[in-house]
């Protein structure tokens, strides 16, 4: 067996490298030097709207067609940015998308799930349904594909294996390249995979995540993929991470996040979205306020996408409609 054949095969999904950019005027807003804080534009990654996943998706749809899958098969919420990007790698590939989602047909019409019907993906529905009902119904799916005469590659939630972990730890290597000098690397905690894989080319002291309340634990969720990916065991208690911007759960607008996309959006121009990345700056914001992250050290926030997803929540889209200014003419 040759070395190639042991590497695991990549389908080119994304735009890369994606740009690392300054925000000076929201760095002095929340306490930093003007040229402390930057932006790594992972939500301007090409595919399907953009955003985080589609790094770990080169890397599971490749596994996908070197087994050759005819079609994919993921699991999510209802606004789901992996599932939406998932269907969107389906479009690309030439491969059927089906998605099983928790929640029933009505319950959300816009944001990702516009998307995902704009892309072509069948939803299978699972009703009140958490991960492992989730995970239950979604190898019924695949079973039912298979009889079908489909070949199915079932893409794990939210794209975070040990495999999906490779994208960002190339990642973290693409950052090394653009700034050598980072001090920290802020980002969000979904399903663990974005910062399981940049720990492995950053190591701990230099990322700090911000749980976002889509895991029970976090620590161990991250742990593991770390730990899978490395080849070395991750301690769980060696990471940096935030536990306290999940609010009253993951689906929810905290007022921190809300403060925080207002603040982004109205210093630099950039939307975030209120379950991720709009917790992640609530998350950095505090880590200032506590000591945690200092002035004169480079910070970076990973824009890790989720723009559709914003349209898709009503408590948000409600919140901003509150806050336009009119005037006549």
């Not at 969107?88 to 799930?113: C, E, F, H, M, Y």
């Not at 945690?292 to 890790?304: W, Y």
């Amino acid at each position: 067996m040759t070395s190639d054949s042991l590497t695991p095969q990549r389908a080119v999904l994304g735009t890369w490298p994606t740009p690392l950019e300054p925000m000076p005027r929201l760095a002095r807003a929340i306490g930093l030097g003007e040229g402390d804080l930057w932006v790594k534009r992972d939500d301007l990654t090409g595919l399907g709207g953009g955003g985080n996943k589609v790094r770990k998706l080169e890397w599971t749809c490749g596994a996908a067609l070197a087994d050759g899958a005819t079609a994919l098969v993921t699991t999510g919420a209802p606004q789901s940015n992996h599932a939406r990007l998932t269907a969107a790698a389906g479009a690309r590939l030439g491969l059927d998308v089906v998605l099983v989602l928790a929640g029933a047909p009505g319950s959300s019409t816009s944001g990702n799930l516009a998307l995902d019907g704009l892309f072509g993906a069948t939803v299978v529905w699972a009703g009140d349904a958490d991960d492992k009902a989730l995970d239950s119904a979604a190898e019924h799916v695949v079973e039912e594909l298979r009889r079908r005469g489909a070949v199915p590659a079932l893409i794990p939630f939210g794209g975070s294996s040990v495999l999906g972990a490779r994208g960002y730890a190339e990642c973290g290597r693409e950052l090394l390249a653009q700034d050598p000098d980072l001090g920290t690397v802020v980002v969000a905690v979904g399903s663990g995979g974005t910062m399981a894989g940049l720990l492995d080319p950053l190591g701990s002291a230099r990322v700090l995540g911000v749980h976002c309340g889509a895991v029970t634990d976090p620590a161990r969720t991250v742990s593991e993929l770390a730990s899978g990916l490395s080849g070395t065991h991750c301690a769980p208690e060696t990471l940096s991470l935030r536990l306290d911007q999940v609010g009253d759960g993951y689906g929810t607008l905290t007022e921190a996040a809300m403060a925080a996309l207002a603040l982004t959006a109205r210093t630099e121009g950039i939307v975030l979205d209120p379950i991720y990345t709009g917790r992640a700056m609530a998350g950095l914001i505090a880590a200032i306020e506590e000591g945690d992250v200092v002035p004169g050290r480079r910070t970076i926030f990973l824009h890790s996408g989720g723009m559709p997803g914003l349209f898709g929540h009503a408590a948000t889209l409600a919140k901003l409609e509150e806050a336009l200014t009119f005037s006549s003419p």
